[in-house]
């Protein structure tokens, strides 16, 4: 993923610097040096990124879904 696609991301989600280093997990100074080019996009935020465009949330055992 490059800094391009990140922006081409948040404008898709309608995200804000803030919502999107939210959705993320990080800090909005961490998401705007990503964006920014200035700290290289990792596997994980790519894949955080295309989590939460497909709908998906953070990672729940499907055996215990039933037992809540």
């Given amino acids: 993923m490059t800094s391009d696609d990140l922006r081409a991301w948040q404008s898709a989600m309608g995200y ?27 596997k994980r935020t790519g894949l955080a990124c295309a989590a939460l465009a497909a709908g998906l949330g953070e990672w729940a055992d499907p055996a215990e879904r039933g037992s809540r």
């Fill in 16 to 42: 804000t610097y803030d919502t999107a280093a939210q959705a993320l997990g990080i800090s909005r100074s961490g998401y705007a040096k990503l964006v920014l080019g200035q700290s290289p996009i990792d």
